[in-house]
């Protein structure tokens, strides 16, 4: 059994291996011979970038995923008066980001 699990934007497969599953035959005709610990063995093999996925994961879990104190910067802005809203930067990323979305999906 071939094992290939791709993660888009990552530039190719993050985990690739195999398993292999092998069974000793006996002499009396290709029978199964009885399983024993050498005869019936089980392999795995991961790419060794599947550590450094494991790693990067790992360390991403430790990054807050809000930004309080520009939370709290934004917050005391609005309540200034100091805050303003550029519709057309907005709109530029709100397209740009529609456009990633189509791309990746090819």
Known sequence: MKINSNIPGLGGPAVTGSVSRGTARASNGGAPAASTANSDADTVQIDPRASLLAAAESSLGTVPTVDTARVEAVKQAIAQGRF??????????????VKDLILTQR
Do not use: F, H, K, P
């Open 84 to 97: 303003s809203i550029n519709s057309e930067v907005i709109a530029d990323r709100l397209l740009n980001s």
